[in-house]
């Protein structure tokens, strides 16, 4: 497995929303955050790439926020009735 791309953004209270992937947004401590991906304490917004370690370690960290903005879950068509 390869490394990922990430965004964050720190909120007003300080912790950081990410966004993995552009897909699964999550909500982190901002002190295990930076221990995780090395950003700088005044890092306010950016893009990095992590490694599968560092994924894991966000995931099990963080609070799952749902999809980001313009992504929306939609049944299989193994669930779907046809009329």
Known sequence: MGNTTISYKRT??????????GLMRYN???????EIVGASKD???GTCEINPAQLRAIKENARYLGLANGWEWVA???IVNYV
Request: zero cysteines.
């Open 43 to 45: 890092a306010k917004l």
């Open 76 to 78: 299989g068509d193994d």
């Open 28 to 34: 982190i401590n901002p002190v295990v955050f930076r």
């Open 12 to 21: 007003i209270l300080g912790w950081y929303n990410v966004t993995i992937e």
